[in-house]
């Protein structure tokens, strides 16, 4: 047996998947604790208009993450598989080939970013103010594209790598790197709203930094070699990530489309309410997140192993363990909704009303998120992409485009808006039911 492997070979027990999976867990939350921080040093350093900018830019900023998660979870799918099937170093090869393919796709997004930058802005009919935050943000976010598409990628094969722990310790020292240079850079160097994107851009290069030291040495699980370039690979690993491409896509458009409905019915209190209930969705949503992308290597390397014994008991003990962590979230979040709340707006603020009755009613989609987290992960590591795009199409954009249209009118208000996330994730939970009965005889599941 190769020591490398040894996680991969040890019996399959929730002890054993979550001391694999904890370090992915933590990293996820991590991350999304500190994306929350840094934009509350952004509204209290700068103001609220800056603050907006964020927003505005997050489109352009969401497809560099969705180009990002679509080669590194598909890549990390395709190079797993091959290890798992003892095509070891084809697999090496095919991830040097990969990891220069997103170097190129960074390099290329950057050029069309500048390009296009004041053009798409210019075309927001913005004021001169949030026009000038906007472009200064994205400006310099833009100058570490190449690194954040590394991130993204040696983050995940860091995991795969058995190197779990050393890419939670990239991600903490990248999360507290990024908010000691927010103060550093805001207010003391005067940067403003650029100081913020350069704080997050060396943040995220640690990792990228690290992956590229850790994969230079040839005692390493996954270690770069001549790349032989095989287009097939290209093709599969980016069919194979198509859900999370598509998954990142279509939040920049749901989001517009609540904001939007938001606006009619309550006005901009209740835009500022939907986006704390969001921060409060979007933090326990990293659980699940972490832990089906922390299994995920496994069960490509089971699978490639035709090891369906011990994928079976995965795929069993991540269903109970998703559907107890569901209901004990969903529980906390409704029973200490006013102390969630009362974190980003005082009770004396109109906004806490809104917010704490929205969030009540939007608490029941945690009892769905993680299993339709799971699932659309799962199927991208049994490295069918078809199917993992067409849940996390479904559920992200075509459910909550009809919930989000249809409910309010239906129910005649905002409850139709709070009540649009639960509806479109338990139909995403029944399709994913579906479709995980359809396929469990051919993976073996």
């Known amino acids: 047996m190769d020591a490398k492997l040894d996680s991969y070979h040890r ?30 040093f952004v509204s209290n350093l700068i103001g609220t208009a800056a603050l907006s900018a964020i927003n505005l830019t997050a489109p352009a900023i969401g497809l560099i993450t969705a180009v990002s998660g679509m080669l590194a979870t598909g890549g990390s799918a395709v190079v797993m598989k ?12 095919d991830f040097t080939l990969l990891i220069l393919a997103n170097a190129a796709a960074g390099a290329l997004m950057m ?25 200064a943000y994205l400006g310099g976010y833009l100058l570490f594209t190449i690194p ?53 851009g060396l943040g995220y290069s640690l990792t990228a930094l690290a992956g590229l030291l850790v994969f230079r040495k040839r005692d390493s699980l996954l270690h770069f070699r001549r790349p032989v370039f095989r287009g097939g690979v290209l093709v599969h690993a980016s069919a194979n990530g198509l859900s999370e491409l598509a998954t990142s896509l279509v939040s920049g458009i749901t989001t517009l489309l609540f904001n939007l409905a938001m606006l009619d019915y309550i006005g901009e209190d209740g835009v500022a309410a939907i986006t704390i209930i969001m921060y409060v969705l979007m933090f326990v949503s990293a659980l699940f ?7 995920a290597p496994m069960i490509s390397y089971y699978h490639g192993e035709q090891n369906h014994g011990k994928l079976r008991k995965l795929v069993g003990f991540s269903v109970k363990f998703i559907l107890g962590v569901s209901a004990f979230c969903a529980a906390v979040s409704i029973l200490f909704t006013p102390a969630l709340v009362g974190v980003f707006t005082r009770p004396d603020s109109p906004v806490y009303s809104l917010a704490v009755t929205g969030n009540r009613l939007c608490s029941i989609a945690l009892l769905f998120v993680g299993l339709n987290v799971f699932a659309s992960s799962m199927f991208t590591a049994l490295s069918n992409g078809t199917v993992s795009a067409a849940l996390a199409f479904s ?51």
């Not at 069309?112 to 026009?131: I, K, N, P, R, T």
């Open 11 to 40: 019996p399959v027990t929730g002890g054993n998947l979550l001391r694999f999976a904890l370090p992915t867990i933590a990293m996820t939350v991590f991350n999304t604790f500190y994306t929350m921080v840094d934009g509350l």
């Open 82 to 93: 091959k290890m798992g099937a003892g095509q070891v170093q084809e697999a090496r090869e």
């Open 111 to 135: 050029a069309l970013g500048y390009g296009l930058m004041d053009a798409l802005l210019g075309a927001m009919g913005l004021s001169e103010e949030v026009f000038g935050y906007c472009q």
């Open 148 to 200: 954040i598409l590394l991130m993204y990628n040696f983050s995940l094969y860091l995991i795969a790598a058995d190197r779990a722990r050393l890419s939670l310790a990239c991600t903490v020292a990248g999360g507290v790197t990024n908010i000691v240079l927010d103060y550093v850079l805001i207010a003391l160097a005067g940067l403003g709203i650029r100081g913020a994107a350069i704080a997050t």
């Open 289 to 295: 997140i972490g832990y089906s992308y922390g299994v």
């Open 395 to 445: 559920r992200s954009f075509l459910f909550t485009v009809a919930c989000v249209r249809l409910l309010p009118v239906l129910l005649g208000g905002v409850e139709g808006v709070w009540l649009a996330t639960p509806a479109a994730e338990l139909l995403g939970v029944l399709m994913a039911a579906a479709l995980l009965w359809k396929y469990r005889k051919r993976y073996g599941y």
